[in-house]
Every structure is written in structure tokens, then in C-alpha cells.
């Protein structure tokens, strides 16, 4: 059992963020638990090589107010920054670690690994993200083609497929984009217009559709898949059938209800209710990043570890670890 002042669960960028503003206002003893052996997964799993990340996405732009900040650079560039700030700022990051359950008693957090460590603090960030539970269609996957419908891009991308690209959002628009180069893409949305995608993304969409590499299939609406010797059939709602190779759905991330609910987060619309720094109802249990902001973004997630610690520095800055808490709550 080893303990510290905060506990940060995820080490993407809200809680890299989290750990750099505690450092920055000299809090800590920080440690940041991680269940890949690797800094931000979803950059890692869900970001196809060579990737622009933008500081502008989702149509969103929001100015640094902390002490991270990044310009338009590729994937790998960004993951390569994110290890150098990590070692930068000593960062106690704990590999392999995957928080299952969280209690709240005797004024501390008592967090558990699956790999039965206990680690406690009398604060805790939990920044895990949304992109751990993908937003699923509401119609089945045969199991017989559950092996060519794919939530993330496998780490071998496929090359020479007809591959069908499901969603309407910026991720949607890269992943069609990215596998065209190598296979035959269609898009499917079901809106007639691209609403929320970024400019360029929107440009490089279109040019690969006037080039014939996309075929845009705008307000279209997925019924039934079912198995076709080696490819799925896709069912429209409008009644076309198209088989394919490989199905790619891009609808973004699930809220982890059931995990926020345990530790006692109220959820309000599907949503955890903390006030503007992320604290919830549990007294110095924080959310940061996609869990709490509005359009999950890479800068909003550094923003949000900022607004964290700011509250932490000014309402429980003082207390000395562990003990603090003990004695906070004997004498209340
Ligand atoms: C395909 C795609 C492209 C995107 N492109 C951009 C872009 O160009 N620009 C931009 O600003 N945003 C982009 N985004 C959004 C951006 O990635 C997110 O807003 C951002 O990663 C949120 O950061 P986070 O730290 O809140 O969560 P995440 O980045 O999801 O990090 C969560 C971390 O917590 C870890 N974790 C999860 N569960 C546990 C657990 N139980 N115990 C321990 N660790 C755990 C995960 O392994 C992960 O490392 C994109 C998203 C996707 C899916």
C-alpha cells in the first residue's frame, strides 16, 4: 500500500496535465496510474499514423490557460512531446495499472488495481477518458463478421479492401481519408451535411470524393449487417445492399457510467455533474478531460487539469498528505 497527497487515474493528456500543474504549484507527492504500458492511449490505439492533431478540433478552439500547450504536429510527434514533458516534470507514472475500484473511507481514496495494489490519497483525479467504451451501433454484429467490424484501426490498417467508414465527425473524416489511400472507401452518415468536422478536414474529404477515392454516402442509415461469404453485407435503410471487406465505426465514446456511479459521481443526463474545477459531489474527488468538458479536445483536457489543480492549490493546497485528511475529518 503506498500513499499520496493525489492519486490520478489515466495518464492521457488531462491527466499528464493534472500531474504538470500539481508539480508546477509544488503539490504532491503525485502518482499517476496507467492501465497501458504506454501515455495516452487513445492518441496511441485510436489516432491512425502519421495523423495531423489539431489544437482546433471538433470545431473548437481553446486557448491554453495552463502550462500545456501544443501547435498542429503529427501523432508522432505529439506522443513523443507528451514522454519528453513527462520526463521533464518526474512524473510518477505507474505503468500497468488499471483502476478497478475506488473507496472513499476515513477521509481518504482507497484505489485498487487489477493487479491488487492499493494505493491511498485525499485526493483524487480520475481521468480516464471516454474512448475506453466506443459508442456502438444499436443493431447487432453477427459474431460471424465480428472479426471485420472494427471499432479502432488495427495496428496493421488494411490495404487493397472495400472498406465502409461509419460516422460523421473529424475522426470519421481522417480514417476515410487515411484508408483511401490504400483502398476503396465509402463514407456512411446519417445527415445529409457534414455539421461539425473542421475545414480542412471537410477540403480533403471532398477532394478525395472529386478524385472517386470516397464515395460519400450522405443521410444514409445502416439497418442490418449480415455475414457474405468473406464480407459483410451492409443493409441500407433506403434498401441498398453493399458488401464489404471491412467495417470501421467512428461514433465517438460512452461515458463510464457504471465506474463514476460506484465511487458515488451523481450523473445528471448521462452526464457526471461536477461544478466548473471538476469536483464532484465526493468531496476532493475531480474529473478531468473527455469525462467533463462539453467537446472532448486535447487542448480542453490540459485546460482542464489546470482548473484541477487551481482548486486543489486554494482549497486543500494545505494539507500535508494522508495525515491532513485524517485530522480534517477527526475535527469535523
Ligand atoms: C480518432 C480520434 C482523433 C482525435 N483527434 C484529435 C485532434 O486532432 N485534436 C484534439 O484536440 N483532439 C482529438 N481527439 C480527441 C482527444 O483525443 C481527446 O479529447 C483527448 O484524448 C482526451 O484526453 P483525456 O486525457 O481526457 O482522455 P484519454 O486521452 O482518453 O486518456 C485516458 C487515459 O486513461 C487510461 N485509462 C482508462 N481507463 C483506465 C483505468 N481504469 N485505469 C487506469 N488508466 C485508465 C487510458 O489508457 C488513457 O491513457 C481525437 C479523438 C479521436 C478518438
Known sequence: ??????????????????????????????????????????????????????????????????????????????LRRMAIVAEDHRLDIR??????????????????TGKGEEFRAPVAVIAIGIFGKPIKPSYPIPAEVKDKVHFSLPREAPEGK??????????????????????????????SEFF??????????????????????????IKELTPHGERVMVRFAHGEEIPFDFLFYNL???????????????????KPRTDIHGETDVERLFLAGDLVVEKG??????????AVIDRIASRYGSMAGAEAAMAGKESS
Open 1 to 78: 500500500m503506498e500513499t499520496a497527497k493525489i492519486i490520478v487515474v489515466g495518464a492521457g493528456p488531462a491527466g499528464i496535465a493534472t500531474a504538470v500543474e500539481a508539480r508546477e504549484a509544488g503539490i504532491g507527492p503525485v502518482i499517476v496510474l496507467e492501465k497501458q504500458a504506454h501515455l495516452c492511449d487513445t492518441v496511441v490505439s485510436l489516432y491512425h499514423q502519421g495523423k495531423r492533431v489539431d489544437p482546433v478540433y471538433r470545431k473548437v478552439k481553446v486557448e491554453p490557460t495552463g502550462k500545456l500547450s501544443f501547435d498542429t504536429e503529427t501523432r508522432e510527434d505529439f
Open 162 to 191: 472495400k472498406v465502409l467508414v461509419v460516422g460523421g465527425g473529424d475522426a470519421a473524416a481522417e480514417a476515410a481519408c487515411f484508408l483511401a489511400n490504400k483502398n476503396e472507401v465509402a463514407l456512411s452518415y446519417r445527415r
Open 252 to 270: 465517438g465514446g460512452m461515458t463510464p457510467a457504471a465506474f463514476l456511479e460506484s465511487i458515488g459521481v451523481e450523473m445528471t443526463d448521462k
Open 196 to 221: 461539425r468536422i473542421n475545414e480542412l478536414n471537410y477540403c480533403n474529404l471532398n477532394d478525395c470524393a472529386c478524385l472517386g477515392k470516397i464515395n460519400l454516402m450522405m443521410a444514409t442509415d
Open 95 to 112: 505503468f500497468g495499472r488499471e483502476v478497478q475500484k475506488i473507496i472513499s473511507q476515513d477521509g481518504l481514496f482507497h484505489v485498487y
Open 297 to 306: 479536445t486535447i487542448m480542453a483536457a490540459f485546460n482542464s487539469g489546470k
